[in-house]
């Protein structure tokens, strides 16, 4: 009765125009926007009706006409999936946005409610993201559509204002907010379900760019709040005693943080890095391929697809043996994403990072297709058995790790995810091995291309003789181990060593400088 009631009372605040006949086009409705009200009001409501009947998934609201005269606007509905709305409401929406008065347009919507059993009562209420493009009448639709979707009781609308790319955020974020809650949902007994306890996972945003989207996601996620620190908004500037680089290079506690944060009591950090997502990621697919294949002997659903690890020369020495440990196969390749991106290309599952962190997972076309069929093939035949899960998994890993945004973002809810279907803590994840004690210093030199390297840059070639010299330091020390190489990115000459002890690493890194410089 109350819901009738508010239906009735906000739709006479937004009569439809006289003599016009609106239609669901190619892409929604579109036409001159001061007819247009009505229209996007009423489409806020189906919204609202849309997430419920999807189990209160987010479905889009896009206020633009694209590309179109200036005067024109237009409502695009976006699926759960990222795509447009389904097919089979579109008579809705057209029948909706032509009811000439709001008891037509109540009788309308009570039919259908009826008609595709909608819980107007459920525990997650709808939830709605709205965004519009810069025309001026923008903002008067944006308000129009917000009156619709709030004209269902408990509806929720996440306004994200003017928004550039529509469709890139659009897909992006709905996209990884569906495929976290996938990967949640999926939870083994022993994992650490979304809803448990009110975690929170406290972000560096490095003073860029990624802090105002990371509390854009905030908002998206349920069950994990994101605490954005250094999001650029208080003047803090980008990189500077902030970000990722600084805080491996450094090995300090960025800005903003403080010991309660990182829940340690003294400023040496536990830096869990690059190497250690490899390893996290590694274990969790390795785990998924094997349920994959178990009572699945026979050739045609069995796939011995070929995973690959790829790191770097300065992914620590421990992480290489751990992964080896793991029966993993392991490859190097020289530093810059390209090289290893490429090498990870050449498995059916690649994954790879740097140990300062940039990396990703990739998987081949013909295991994707081949993953997808044996999903359908088994959710025919044993739905929820472990094989079945393990397909979906892997499938919504694919999605969630390749997305356009970048990987940072999906990085991290990834690791997320797999932390909770571990049931591990920080702690637990950071304890998979210990590092290395090592050190990194730069050594600038006059010329830096003098020095040539090889084996994924371990060896030096040129200038002749520091190689055998470099051996000889490195022998000195119990787990020894020293390159350098040329900088890509800055004027110098790179140093890394490690070493059973940080002494050593240090003592290491600081004679094999005094041979470069
Ligand atoms: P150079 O300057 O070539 O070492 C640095 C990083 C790379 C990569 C690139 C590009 C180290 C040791 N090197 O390359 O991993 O991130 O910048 O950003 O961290």
Request: glycine share 10%.
């Amino acid at each position: 009765e109350e819901q009738r009631s508010l239906l009735l009372s906000s739709s006479s605040r937004f009569p439809p125009p006289q003599g016009v006949r609106l239609s669901y086009g190619t892409s929604g409705f579109r036409a001159d926007a001061a007819v247009l009200e009505s229209t996007v009001y009423r489409m806020g409501i189906l919204a609202a009706l849309r997430s419920l009947n999807t189990e209160s998934s987010v479905i889009g609201i896009m206020i633009t006409a694209s590309h179109n005269k200036v005067s024109d606007n237009g409502v695009k509905i976006a699926d759960p999936s990222g795509g447009m709305l389904s097919q089979e409401w579109e008579p809705f929406a057209d029948a909706l946005a032509n009811a000439p008065t709001p008891q037509h347009l109540l009788q309308l919507i009570t039919e259908f409610v009826e008609k595709e059993s909608i819980l107007l009562e459920t525990v997650r209420p709808a939830e709605i993201l709205l965004g519009r493009d810069t025309r001026p009448s923008g903002e008067s639709l944006l308000e129009a559509t917000k009156q619709g979707i709030s004209s269902i009781l408990g509806a929720v609308t996440i306004d994200m204002g003017i928004v550039t790319t529509p469709q890139l955020h659009w897909m992006a974020f709905t996209q990884l907010m569906l495929l976290v809650r996938c990967l949640t949902d999926l939870i083994p007994s022993g994992g650490r379900k979304m809803s448990e306890g009110d975690e929170k996972l406290v972000v560096d945003g490095a003073n860029g760019v990624g802090g105002e989207k990371l509390e854009l996601l905030n908002k998206m996620l349920d069950g994990l709040l994101i605490d954005v620190r250094n999001s650029g908004k208080d003047g803090g500037i980008l990189n500077e005693g902030v970000g990722a680089d600084y805080v491996q290079k450094e090995k300090l506690v960025p800005q903003g943080f403080d010991s309660q944060d990182i829940g340690l009591s003294c400023s040496k950090i536990e830096l869990v890095d690059g190497d250690k997502i490899l390893s996290l990621f590694a274990i969790f697919i390795k785990e998924q391929l094997s349920s994959l294949n178990e009572g699945g002997e026979n050739t045609i659903s069995s796939y011995q697809a070929h995973l690959g690890v790829v790191q770097t020369a300065y992914a620590n020495g421990a992480s290489t043996d751990y992964l080896k440990k793991l029966g993993l196969e392991v490859v190097f390749t020289p530093t810059g994403v390209k090289y290893l991106h490429e090498k990870a290309a050449e498995y059916d599952v690649g994954i790879y990072f740097e140990a300062n962190g940039h990396g990703t997972i990739l998987f081949s076309e013909s295991f994707l297709l081949w993953l997808q069929g044996r999903h359908k093939e088994l959710s025919a035949v044993s739905k929820g058995s472990e094989q079945e899960k393990a397909a979906l998994r892997l499938l919504a890993v694919s999605k969630l790790i390749n997305q356009a945004v970048g990987d940072a973002l999906s990085g991290l809810l990834l690791v997320e995810a797999v932390l909770r279907h571990m049931g591990w803590s920080i702690h637990r994840w950071s304890d998979l091995y210990q590092d290395l004690p090592s050190r990194q210093i730069k050594v600038k030199v006059v010329d830096r291309t003098a020095v040539v390297t090889a084996n994924a840059e371990t060896m030096v070639v040129q200038p002749p003789g520091i190689q055998e010299a470099i051996n000889a330091e490195t022998a000195k020390y119990p787990q020894g181990r020293s390159f350098i190489r040329p900088s890509g990115t800055e004027d110098v000459i790179r140093v890394y060593a490690e070493a059973s002890t940080q002494e050593g690493a240090d003592s290491l890194a600081n004679s094999v400088a005094t041979l470069v410089r």
